[in-house]
């Protein structure tokens, strides 16, 4: 009995030890090299709004860099003047098209282009005593009524359903705006992305794919570019120069990436690509020898559906780990709580799987390399 309970004692100890090793000196130790300013972290909630959360903090940098100004911009705002066009191509395509909360970082260049900026204080996106934003519900009725117009009998369009639409997101988000306040003043929200020194032309989003030819726009079919928005098309070290030559120059970058990957993790702030795939779970907690991305490889993955557009955020910086391996720091929109994320809403991002799992990138035109911006404004 005394063998049998020194047995249970030594194998409890090893794995003790072992547990011990695994997460705390195999941990990741990382060290900010490039550190942009940037507005807290805050939580997209119940919603499929990455889209807007990530490039309203993208803008809120671009601001700040251009102006001087923190400004904690209106993420709902967009939101409520994108709904009805995401409904417009749904029923002018018969239905025949995605009707979800999803989108891309251009969407929001789009409604600034359209709509303007404005502050959150001046539109919430929160009614009644709502506190954190949940867009089930509204999206489950609008997406209903639509099908209702769509597949009537007669085949007759009501010309009732735009007005409706806006009738339903009055309901759940309020009702649009024409003016906002900013520090004493009042202003259209054109005006204000005006005071703000956005120019949505300025913007450019960039990608990498085989299928397309290289140096020309194309529009990338996956299902969140409801909109068509082309994308500028650059070999894949190209690609991640153009993030590297931004953040270098103090821009910082909106990322539209996979986050489907058992080695992503908000709750261990990292997302990395181990070359042993089964050893995902692990190298979470310490750093691993990662996968070589080749253009075919991230191809391939592309084609085969293991890599899609799943999720938003917003790169701010760089940083090494303590084997000197060079990762990016990656704002994400799920809020900071520490039982989900593990560096205050952050994440760091491995060189490989941006060049794996990064599905496109929307930069100001001056954070383009030379050779880059050189070769688009020839197009």
């Known amino acids: 009995m005394k063998k049998v309970l020194l047995s249970i004692v030594v194998v409890f100890a090893f794995a003790k030890a072992y547990y011990a090793q695994e997460n705390t000196a195999g941990s990741y130790i990382f060290t900010d090299t490039i550190d942009l300013q940037a507005t807290p972290v805050i939580s997209q909630g119940v919603t499929g709004t990455c889209w807007s959360f990530s490039t309203s903090s993208f803008l809120e940098s671009e601001i700040a860099r251009l102006t001087g100004k923190m400004v904690d911009l209106s993420e709902m705002y967009t939101v409520r003047n994108t709904y009805p066009a995401k409904a417009e191509n749904y029923v002018m395509r018969q239905g025949k098209a995605q009707f979800s909360e999803g ?9 600034v282009a359209r709509y303007g900026l404005a502050p959150n204080g ?179 993955e592309f084609e085969n559906y293991n890599t899609t557009d799943d999720h938003l955020m917003h790169i701010t910086g760089k940083a090494t780990d303590q084997n000197g391996k060079v990762y990016y720091k990656v704002k994400n929109s799920w809020g900071t709580d520490s039982g989900r994320t593990k560096y205050d809403g952050y994440i760091y991002m491995s060189v490989p799987y941006i060049r794996l799992k990064a599905i496109s990138v929307l930069m100001h035109k001056e954070g383009l390399d030379r050779a880059t911006s050189k070769k688009m404004s020839k197009n």
């Open 103 to 111: 989108g891309l970082a251009h969407d929001v260049i789009n409604s």
């Open 122 to 300: 001046a539109y919430t996106g929160l009614t009644h005593t709502d506190t954190k934003h949940n867009h089930a519900e509204m999206v489950a009725v609008i997406h209903s009524m639509l099908d209702t117009y769509i597949d009537n009998p007669g085949r007759t369009l009501s010309k009732k359903w735009k007005t409706a639409v806006d009738k339903v997101l009055d309901v759940y988000l309020g009702e649009n705006i024409t003016n906002v306040s900013y520090d004493g003043k009042t202003y259209t929200p054109k005006e204000f992305a005006n005071t703000m020194k956005i120019v949505p032309s300025d913007y450019v989003t960039l990608t990498s794919f085989t299928h397309q030819a290289f140096y020309k726009s194309f529009i990338l079919n996956i299902p969140d570019n409801f909109s068509n928005g082309a994308m500028y098309n650059v070999p894949l070290d190209e690609f991640v120069s153009n993030i590297d030559n931004a953040l270098s120059n103090g821009y910082t970058v909106t990322l539209d990436c996979d986050v489907s990957e058992l080695s992503f993790s908000s709750k261990h702030g990292v997302a990395v690509i181990p070359d042993n795939e089964s050893n995902k779970k692990l190298a979470l907690l310490g750093p691993e020898q990662e996968k070589t991305i080749t253009q075919k490889y991230r191809q391939d």
